[in-house]
């Protein structure tokens, strides 16, 4: 007569395999955070960089100056808005019957720092303002003699995205932190006069 055998794993080996996955886990999980981290910045430096992008837009084509407002505060407390009556507003102020509210058409247009909430924005002037012209999206010509430019910080510190408005209108994005790039953008540092003064045609164009 034949003897059936179960047949399975010892806990020996069930316990070998379990430790094999705890390392695989721990060997990827690393890598895993960095690009975790570079999604999250690469998505908030787009959402401000269109945020500009859409300003540009709407002085054109509500054929009226639209001012660009930031006010900061520190790298988590800072907001910037748009408004269409030329001069700057205040992004703080909810009072939507406020001369100084953030408003085009009537419709509020602000971005708040809580809205890029795995991003940081690094120190910068306490209020920077700009206007898009009405016919060519251009900056006005008390703005035109240098980009604006912001500068984000990934939630691990680690990894850096610049946004700049140019005296065209247009936006750029690049990386401001050369030990860590996003690889869609270009370092700052091989933009002429380096990443505090990136100019036309060195850096990545949004619009």
Known sequence: MK?????????????VVLSLIAIGLTLSLPS?????SKREIISATEELSMFFAAG??????????????????????WC?????????????????????????GGVPHVLHANDLSHAEMMSHAADTSFVFDRIRGTLSTADMAHPHF???????????LQVGV???G????????????????????????GPDAPTDGNALQIN
């Open 56 to 77: 540009r837009s709407l002085a054109i084509e509500h054929n009226r100056d639209v001012a660009v407002s930031l006010v900061y505060q520190d790298s988590t407390h």
């Open 32 to 36: 895993w955070n960095e690009a975790k």
């Open 80 to 104: 910037v808005g748009l408004v269409d009556t030329g001069s700057a507003c205040d992004c703080t102020v909810d009072d939507v019957g406020r001369s100084d509210y953030c408003a085009i």
């Open 150 to 160: 912001f500068n984000l910080m990934a939630a691990n510190g680690q990894i850096g």
């Open 166 to 168: 140019f005296p065209t």
């Open 3 to 15: 003897t059936s055998r179960n047949v399975g794993f010892s806990l020996v080996e069930i316990l």
């Open 170 to 193: 247009n936006t750029f994005i690049c990386n401001w932190i050369e030990s860590e790039n996003a690889p869609a953008y270009r370092s700052c540092d091989s933009v002429s006069g």
